[in-house]
Structure formats: structure tokens, C-alpha cells
């Protein structure tokens, strides 16, 4: 099956503009159901069940890793769009559900313009990245091995910060967005070069996957900025 690079001119312009029409789908998903989590109280109960326990915080990272996984899975080895629809659905709420305590803080104690500001960042920063991966037509998959490694090392940072109580800190968000920006210019590069025109469905779950860790800790950097003013 030919990739979207290897497609023609025409196919490739409709497989990107349905890709990133499914993104921004998915983000306005993603907010009617966090807006929906907020009325009904789970986002308040969500940051109480966190706030109690250090260790509930793994329990949610563990089931979001597997629906994750899950999600991921069914999204870019399925054929079927209805499959791909559906992984990409479980992990907008699955996000939803992740963030839902952290937006449930700056909501309520921190500075109104603090979520408005990060998102605005946060698409910006991702228009910026997108630009380059698409007009210096480099091929960033190359990426992939140090965005593994990296990976690795921030999750055990995580790990251990969640299970010997210290905060990582602002140097650990900068470091973050950096890997979140290399992780997009990756991932838009890995839709074009490795998935096929019927995967629409699936490219835009990476790309979402990539944005929502760029918006978690730019907008983690907001809050730390704000709390110093």
C-alpha cells in the first residue's frame, strides 16, 4: 500500500486536510466532554481521589497507559474507519479523564487567563512546528530512537517523583515541551512517510496524543509562572 508521500498530489492534499480536520475534531471533543466531567463534579472528585494518595496518581497514569495503548492500536492497524473512530475516541476521553485534575486546579486556583493562555501557546508553538515539518520537507522520523529514549527517562523521572515525593519542577516542563515539539515534528513527519491515505483517522490520534503533551506542561509552565507573579 502506498504511503501518503508516495501518493498523488491530489490524494495527498485530502488525506492532510481530513488528518487535521479530525484533529480539530478531536480537541473540540476533548472540551465538551472536559466541560462535561466540570458540571457533573468527576473533575472535582478526580482531584480529591489524586490529591489523596500520591500513589492513585500511578493508578490513573497505569490505566491511561493501557487505554492508551488500546486506543493507539486499534486507531493505526485497523482498515476499518469505524475501528480507527473508535480507538480515537477512547483516547479523547481518556485524555479528558487525565487532565481533568490539573485543569480542575488552574480553574480554581489560579489566574482566569492561565488556561486561555496556555492553550493559545500551545497552538501556536504546534502551527510553528507544523509549518517547518511541512515547508523544509525534512524527513523527522529520525527522531523516533532519541524520542524513545527521552521518553524513557522522563517516565521513570515521573515514577520516581510520584513515588519519593518530590517535584520536578520548571526545568523538568521546559524540558517537556521540548521533547512534546520534537515528538510532533516526529509524528507529523511519521504520517506522511509511513501511513497509508485510509489512515486519516489514526494520523490524527498521533497528532492529538502529541499536542495534548505539549498543552499538559506549557500549561504547567503558565501555572508556575502565574503562582510566582
Given amino acids: 500500500m502506498l504511503t501518503v508521500a508516495q501518493s498523488r498530489p491530489s490524494e495527498r492534499a485530502k488525506f492532510i486536510q481530513k488528518t487535521y480536520l479530525h484533529l480539530a475534531g478531536a480537541i473540540g471533543a476533548f472540551i465538551i ?19 489523596s494518595s500520591r500513589f492513585s496518581w500511578l ?12 486506543s493507539s492500536s486499534l486507531a493505526a492497524k485497523a482498515d476499518n474507519v469505524q475501528t480507527q473512530y473508535i480507538g480515537l475516541g477512547l483516547y479523547v476521553i481518556a485524555e479528558a479523564v487525565i487532565f481533568a485534575p490539573i485543569l480542575f486546579i488552574a480553574a480554581s486556583f489560579s489566574d482566569p ?16 512546528l507544523t509549518t517547518i515539518a511541512f515547508t523544509t520537507r525534512t524527513d523527522f522520523t529520525f527522531l523516533g ?5 527521552a521518553g524513557f527517562i522522563a517516565i521513570g523521572l515521573i515514577i520516581c517523583s510520584v513515588l519519593f515525593g518530590f517535584t520536578l ?5 521546559v524540558a517537556m515541551v521540548i521533547f512534546a515539539s520534537a515528538a510532533i515534528l516526529y509524528d507529523t513527519s511519521k504520517v506522511m512517510h509511513h501511513y497509508s491515505t485510509q489512515h486519516y483517522v489514526a494520523a490524527s490520534l498521533e497528532l492529538f496524543a502529541s499536542v495534548a503533551l505539549l498543552f499538559w506542561y506549557v500549561l504547567q509552565i503558565v501555572m508556575s509562572l502565574s503562582s510566582r507573579r
Fill in 33 to 51: 466532554v472536559e466541560f462535561l466531567l466540570f458540571q457533573l463534579g468527576i473533575a472535582e472528585a478526580l482531584t480529591v481521589f489524586v490529591a
Fill in 59 to 70: 493508578l490513573i497514569l497505569g490505566a491511561f497507559a493501557i487505554l492508551g495503548w488500546l
Fill in 113 to 128: 487567563s492561565v488556561i486561555p493562555t496556555a492553550a493559545i501557546l500551545t497552538l501556536l508553538l504546534f502551527a510553528g
Fill in 145 to 149: 530512537g532519541i524520542l524513545t529514549i
Fill in 169 to 173: 519542577g520548571l526545568i523538568f516542563s
